[in-house]
Antibody
Framework: QVQLVQSGAEVKKPGSSVRISCKAS????????ITWVRQAPGQGLEWLGG????????NYAQKFQGRVTITADTSTSTAYMELSRLTSDDMAVYYC??????????????????WGTGTTVTVSS | QSALTQPASVSGSPGQSITISCTGT?????????VSWYQQHPGKAPKVMIY???KRPSGVSNRFSGSKSGNTASLTISGLQTEDEADYYC???????????FGGGTKLTVL
């Protein structure tokens, strides 16, 4: 049974950074692709980026280029998402999500069949 | 403003069928057969209902079906049930620069 367990809620000050972890269990992490999506209160889903742990390559939404960093540690089956220069617009629930993949379809981040527990990020001075 | 356009809300009665549209461009929906649909209940994580335009993951009811024509994808739910009441999001692959675009979401009310 696939489980993606995320780190707990965060309260951050404007201008600071937040790092969220996503630990996968019940999966062969080297055959997995991970994506990060956020949802502001009362709003829709927004894609931040994704990573294919086997290749170690990350891809980012243009909106967040230079502000988001996604990494993965295959030894612990854990993915990380760090977002810097936080503002009140970054207040949201952040989800990791994933699925098994192979080859180039690993970059088709549009389809994820397992979702994390969600991490609420609050930005307040 | 979302890249894909969905109606803000739709409604139907139990047993009826409804269709949610999702309109994009040649750079996303129209360019690839890589459209997915997610169902999200309040306070819960999204759940994929359709991928690759019309494929259902294991465990998803066959009351859910997907289709695409040109730059518009559609999700049809037949035999509406009260538990179908949720928000629905379309999503599309959008090439090697943009990767992913979402619709703004549609609130389904089962009357």
């Amino acid at each position: 049974q696939v489980q993606l367990v995320q780190s707990g809620a965060e309260v951050k000050k404007p201008g600071s950074s937040v790092r969220i972890s996503c630990k996968a269990s019940g999966v062969t992490f080297s055959s997995y692709t991970i994506t990060w999506v956020r949802q502001a209160p009362g709003q829709g889903l927004e894609w931040l980026g994704g990573i294919v742990p086997f290749f170690g390559t990350a891809n980012y939404a243009q909106k967040f280029q230079g502000r988001v960093t996604i990494t993965a540690d295959t030894s612990t089956s854990t993915a990380y998402m760090e977002l810097s220069r936080l503002t009140s617009d970054d207040m949201a629930v952040y989800y990791c999500a994933g699925r098994y993949c192979s080859g180039s379809n690993c970059y088709y981040y549009y389809y994820m069949d397992a979702w994390g527990t969600g991490t609420t990020v609050t930005v307040s001075s | 403003q979302s890249a894909l356009t969905q109606p803000a809300s739709v409604s139907g009665s139990p047993g009826q069928s409804i269709t949610i549209s999702c309109t994009g461009t040649n750079s996303d929906i129209g360019g690839y057969n890589l459209v997915s649909w997610y169902q999200q209940h309040p306070g819960k994580a999204p759940k994929v209902m359709i991928y690759e335009v019309n494929k259902r993951p294991s465990g998803v009811s066959n009351r859910f079906s997907g289709s695409k024509s040109g730059n518009t994808a559609s999700l049809t739910i037949s035999g509406l049930q009260t538990e179908d009441e949720a928000d629905y999001y379309c999503c599309s692959y959008a090439g090697v620069t943009t990767f992913v675009v979402f619709g703004g979401g549609t609130k389904l009310t089962v009357l």
